[in-house]
C-alpha cells in the first residue's frame, strides 16, 4: 500500500527566502506524485504532478518540485516566498492506481 | 465550468439523525470519491466510484454509504450520524489521460455533529 510521510507540521519562513516543504514516499508501485495547497475554509487546489520523465516538475505560482528516486523524496520548493503562500500543502501519491494517498499535511506560514 | 461543487456547505446534525451530503461534477469524469479532513490527519478516502452504477469502499467506510446513479452526482450518507462523524467532507474527481488520475476538488462540506 501506499504511504506518504511529511515529516514537519509547520515550516516557517521570511517573505523572499526560498521555501522548501518536504515529502516522501514509499516504493510500492510507480510513483505518481502530487502537490495540493489548501487555503482557509477552501477545497484543494492542484499545484503540479510528477509521472515520469524530468525530475524537476513546475507548477502553478512559481512552485516546483524535484523528484528524487534515491531517496524516495519529493519536495516542494519555491525560490522567493510571499506572504500569500501561506496555507496547508499536502503531498499524495498514486502509485499508478486511481486512488490517492495523502501526507498529513505541512502548515506553511510565510512572515514578513 | 462550475468543476465540483457540494451541497450543502455546513449542516449541524443531533446524534442519530441521518443526512445526505451531494457532489456533482460537470467534468465528465469517471471516477469519484469522498474524503474527510479532520486535524492532523490529512485526507481519508471513506468511498470512491469508478463509474456510473458503481462504488467501493475506501480507508474509513464505517457509517457512511454512498450511490451513483447519475455519472455526475455522487452522494454520501449517514444513516445514523455520530460525533465521530464532526468532520470536513471533500468531495473529488478525476480521469486517467495521462495515467495520473488527477483529482480536483469540491469546496467542502462542514459537518457537526451534536
Known amino acids: 500500500a501506499q504511504s506518504v510521510a511529511q515529516p514537519e507540521d509547520q515550516v516557517n519562513v521570511a517573505e523572499g527566502n526560498p521555501l522548501t516543504v518536504k515529502c516522501t514516499y514509499s516504493?510500492?508501485?510507480?510513483?505518481?506524485l502530487f502537490w495540493y495547497v489548501q487555503y482557509p475554509n477552501r477545497g484543494l487546489q492542484f499545484l503540479l504532478k510528477?509521472?515520469?520523465?524530468?525530475?524537476l516538475v513546475k507548477g502553478s505560482y512559481g512552485f516546483e518540485a524535484e523528484f528524487n528516486k534515491s531517496q524516495t523524496s519529493f519536495h516542494l520548493k519555491k525560490p522567493s516566498a510571499l506572504v500569500s503562500d501561506s496555507a496547508l500543502y499536502f503531498c499524495?501519491?498514486?502509485?499508478?492506481?486511481?486512488?490517492?494517498?495523502f501526507g498529513t499535511g505541512t502548515q506553511l506560514k510565510v512572515e514578513l | 465550468n462550475a468543476g465540483v461543487t457540494q451541497t450543502p456547505k455546513f449542516r449541524v446534525l443531533k446524534t442519530g439523525q441521518s443526512m445526505t451530503l451531494l457532489c456533482a461534477q460537470d467534468m465528465n469524469h469517471e471516477y469519484m470519491y469522498w474524503y474527510r479532513q479532520d486535524p492532523g490527519m490529512g485526507l481519508r478516502l471513506i468511498h470512491y466510484s469508478v463509474g456510473e452504477g458503481t462504488t467501493a469502499k475506501g480507508e474509513v467506510p464505517d457509517g457512511y454509504n454512498v450511490s451513483r446513479l447519475k455519472k455526475q452526482n455522487f452522494l454520501l450518507g449517514l444513516e445514523s450520524a455520530a460525533p465521530s462523524q464532526t468532520s470536513v467532507y471533500f468531495c473529488?474527481?478525476?480521469?486517467?489521460?495521462?495515467?495520473?488520475?488527477?483529482?480536483?476538488f469540491g469546496p467542502g462540506t462542514r459537518l457537526t455533529v451534536t
Open positions: 516504493v510500492s508501485g510507480n510513483p505518481y
Open positions: 499524495a501519491d498514486t502509485g499508478g492506481g486511481n486512488k490517492l494517498t
Open positions: 473529488a474527481s478525476s480521469y486517467s489521460e495521462d495515467g495520473s488520475y488527477e483529482q480536483y
Open positions: 510528477y509521472i515520469t520523465g524530468d525530475n
